[in-house]
């Protein structure tokens, strides 16, 4: 994959409780690897990962982790700003990191506001034994968001690769459908053999 060549680029936000573990959920995406020893995110930080979503056509996203103190709601407009889609993660042996998805929903909208973003809502550790929340109650309130649910484990990599490919796919299918994206941005350099009228890239 020569990913100079990439097409479209999208901003992909990560939110959550401090203790779901984000960090590593990205660390193995990105790295393949599993961090045994990792500290409370206290910045947001970025990372860069390039997919291919159909033969020719090569996403680079813009994967921002960010800190899930208290604190970070109160200035998360300043980082979400043109958001394309978002990882809605929680700790399902945590139900307390479940109920705070709604408050972490209701400010990215706002913060997004007018425009809208893609939902992934993310049950981390998967791999445990104790789940304090079941999958009814995780289906019925990524239902209520319009989101897609998926359980994932970064110890074990199961479904890691899977969520943050389903978020960008979402996102590309939108584009495909003609919808206007926030957070996505064309390389025109890679778009210059592409007839206007078939170019679906939107502004950014």
């Not at 208290?70 to 700003?81: D, N, P, Q």
């Not at 993310?122 to 289906?139: C, F, I, L, P, Q």
């Not at 994932?152 to 990599?157: E, F, L, M, R, Y």
């Not at 969520?163 to 064309?186: K, P």
Request: glycine fraction near 6%; include cysteine.
């Amino acid at each position: 994959m020569d990913v100079s060549r990439w097409k479209y680029q999208f901003k992909i936000i990560m939110l959550g409780c401090d203790n779901v573990r984000k960090s590593c959920l990205l660390e193995r995406y990105i790295k393949g690897l599993f961090p045994e020893h990792i500290y409370a995110t206290i910045v947001t930080g970025l990372s860069i990962h390039y997919l291919e979503v159909e033969p020719g056509v090569i996403v680079k996203l813009q994967l921002f982790d960010t800190p899930g103190l208290e604190f970070f709601r109160t200035m998360m407009h300043v980082y979400v700003h043109n958001s394309a889609g978002c990882l809605l993660v929680f700790d399902l042996s945590d139900y307390n990191s479940f109920s705070y998805l709604k408050r972490w929903h209701t400010e990215l909208i706002k913060s997004l506001h007018p425009h809208t973003a893609h939902f992934v809502l993310v049950g981390h550790k998967s791999d445990r034994n104790e789940w304090e929340v079941t999958r009814e109650e995780a289906e019925l309130l990524a239902s209520e968001f319009g989101a897609q649910y998926i359980e994932a484990s970064a110890k074990t990599g199961h479904n890691v690769v899977e969520s943050f490919e389903m978020l960008t796919r979402h996102i590309y299918q939108g584009i495909l459908q003609g919808e206007v994206q926030a957070g996505v941005t064309c390389s025109t350099k890679n778009n210059n053999d592409v007839p206007a009228e078939d170019n679906k890239c939107c502004a950014s």
